[in-house]
């Protein structure tokens, strides 16, 4: 007799597309029954996704065939109606009020400088005008208290919602603000979501022109949750040039174009150094960046050199931006939020 968790566990090993989770996890099945080796699964998609409902029902259609005993299979995938629910949309989706626009700042890889450059772009859409919040969304990692220098509490409103310090002109959350000391975070999926879900819908982020996030790296739990929670307005990809990078970015773009977030464009970190003498040395190669765009029809948005200044500034909480406009690497992010601004106007 075939139970029903042997055919939950089998379809464990179908993963959303486009992300690491699988559609057990997502909670996508909604029924299964089984008889005399046939087995009937109903699976509920939340996107409209035609690609990702074929591409579900014949992964899902296929490791269940392969299940001892099993003769005969189902798989009826539901979904909502294209243009029934926003666009990019994922999930049940809820619009922040007062917020124009949510972008997210991302990359298949860690360490790649997604942080810094949230926090620089944060400040220089300040720069040039427009009113920005920045949630960090890295849950087991938060450095943008840190690289925004923000160490005090948010407090909470009349009406019980949180109220984001503000850091150099800009309204900031963290998991790193309510936390105290160096406690490490052990939350589990759930957790991080409901915590990713109060950060956009428990915050009093008032009136914004741009709400950028910080995603922490990888195509997991707090990815997911945000495309589920609001619907995004764009993303942003860092990346540097080599191609161990690259390859990662890839499924990061993928992961945003399978649930119809636009791709905003491309950033190329850590493009190459100047050494004092006037030298320049390409240490993770250069322009890979710009030619990764162009194979993925998506645009630059400029790149970042290697600077002492960039890190020094972050670690100190003030982003190069701030501290040091007129330098070339405030200039490099600044022209960077010049062509975000310009896109989206
Ligand atoms: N262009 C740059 N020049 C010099 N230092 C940089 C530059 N970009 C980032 N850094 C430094 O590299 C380190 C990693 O950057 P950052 O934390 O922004 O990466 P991340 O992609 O957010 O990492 P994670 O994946 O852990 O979230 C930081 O110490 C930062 O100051
Ligand atoms: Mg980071």
Redesign the pocket.
Known sequence: MLSQDTILNALKAVKYPGFSRDIVSFGLVKDISAAAGAVSVVLQLTSPNPDAARQIKAEAEQVLKQLPGVSRVVVEVRQPAAGQTGAGALGSQNKIQGVKRILAVA?G???????????NLACALRQLGASVGLLDC?IY?P?IPL?MGVYERPTVSADERLVPPVAHGVKVMSIGLLLTDDQPVIWRGPMITKTIHQFLLAVAWGNLDFLLV????GTGDAQLSLCQTVPLDGGVI?TTPQEASLGVVRKGIAMFRKVNVPILGLVE???Y?TTPTGQRVEIFGHGGGREEAARQNAPFLGE????????????RGVPVVVSAPNHP?GRAFIQIAEALKRKLG
């Open positions: 990359s890889k860690g360490g790649v400088g997604k942080s810094t450059c949230s926090a890295d990692g450095s690289m910080d995603l922490p790296p860092v970190n850590m493009s150094f970042v050199p290697i600077f002492t200044e960039i890190r020094e500034a972050g670690d690497a």
